[in-house]
């Protein structure tokens, strides 16, 4: 069996639960969830290209999805890759744990939970046959024509973005006193969007550009460490 999944830590996850089941293979694939500018890297690529050929002859294919961009948009990408493929497809949701004793609230994605939880906890995957991911692949064509920089989950669909999209919620969780771009970008990936680092950092210096942030102490070279506030 072929395992996608488009979260990092779920894939390691997978990848030690899976140790002792000879045959199976996880593949881990960069998030689509940004314009016609992404490209995977190319062993991913590589992965990707050798996870279509087997799935042509007729392996069978989990997709793990969750709901960040990076999850939706990758149901929509393997759907798309895997549209002919004769073999059986399910999709599994991300599984969550049960809220731990040092939490209280909702449940804990399984990537930061222990591998031998992950059949106690995933649902049963969800057949997709063919007629079903060519929909999906549908989508999929779509978001590829409108080329947008990013792509965002709405009201559980996968919908085109401006580069923009996200500014006001950075803004929005810049603390009113001054703080390092470090701590501002780790209470954004705190947030669990699925979103990587570098793309919050990219939207701080914009922001700083267009005057909504302000640069309070910088820091040569190690923009992290500088400090900001809001404009």
Request: net charge positive; hydrophobic share 35%; with cysteine.
């Given at each position: 069996?072929?395992?996608?999944?488009?979260?990092?830590?779920?894939?390691?996850?997978?990848?030690?639960?899976?140790?002792?089941?000879?045959?199976?293979?996880?593949?881990?694939?960069?998030?689509?969830?940004?314009?016609?500018h992404?490209?995977?890297?190319?062993?991913?690529?590589?992965?990707?290209?050798?996870?279509?050929k087997?799935?042509?002859?007729g392996?069978?294919?989990?997709?793990?999805?969750d709901?960040?961009p990076a999850?939706?948009?990758g149901?929509?990408?393997?759907?798309?890759?895997?549209?002919?493929?004769?073999?059986?497809?399910?999709r599994?949701?991300?599984?969550?744990?049960?809220?731990s004793?040092?939490?209280?609230?909702?449940?804990r994605?399984?990537?930061?939970?222990?591998?031998?939880?992950?059949?106690?906890?995933?649902?049963?995957p969800?057949?997709?046959?063919?007629?079903?991911r060519?929909?999906?692949?549908?989508?999929?064509?779509?978001?590829?024509?409108?080329?947008?920089?990013?792509?965002?989950?709405?009201?559980?669909?996968?919908?085109?973005?401006e580069?923009?999209?996200?500014?006001d919620?950075?803004?929005?969780?810049?603390?009113?006193?001054?703080?390092?771009?470090?701590?501002?970008?780790?209470?954004?990936?705190?947030?669990q969007?699925?979103?990587?680092?570098?793309?919050?950092?990219?939207?701080?210096?914009?922001?700083?550009?267009?005057?909504?942030?302000?640069?309070?102490?910088?820091?040569?070279?190690?923009?992290?460490?500088?400090?900001i506030?809001?404009?």
């Amino acid at each position: 069996m072929i395992e996608l999944c488009f979260n990092p830590s779920l894939k390691g996850a997978l990848t030690q639960a899976r140790r002792f089941h000879p045959g199976t293979t996880v593949v881990g694939v960069g998030a689509p969830s940004s314009g016609g500018h992404h490209r995977p890297r190319p062993d991913r690529r590589a992965r990707l290209g050798l996870s279509a050929k087997r799935a042509a002859r007729g392996e069978a294919v989990r997709i793990w999805t969750d709901r960040t961009p990076a999850g939706a948009c990758g149901l929509l990408f393997a759907a798309h890759l895997l549209r002919d493929a004769p073999g059986p497809c399910g999709r599994s949701p991300d599984p969550v744990l049960p809220p731990s004793g040092r939490r209280e609230g909702g449940g804990r994605p399984l990537g930061r939970g222990r591998p031998e939880d992950l059949e106690a906890f995933a649902d049963p995957p969800v057949l997709l046959d063919q007629a079903a991911r060519r929909e999906l692949a549908q989508q999929w064509a779509t978001l590829q024509r409108e080329n947008a920089p990013l792509r965002v989950v709405e009201n559980g669909a996968v919908h085109s973005a401006e580069i923009t999209y996200y500014d006001d919620r950075i803004l929005s969780s810049c603390p009113d006193h001054p703080c390092r771009v470090a701590e501002l970008i780790g209470r954004l990936v705190g947030q669990q969007l699925g979103i990587d680092d570098w793309f919050w950092a990219e939207r701080v210096q914009a922001l700083l550009e267009a005057g909504a942030l302000r640069l309070a102490e910088p820091q040569e070279d190690r923009f992290y460490e500088a400090v900001i506030a809001r404009g």
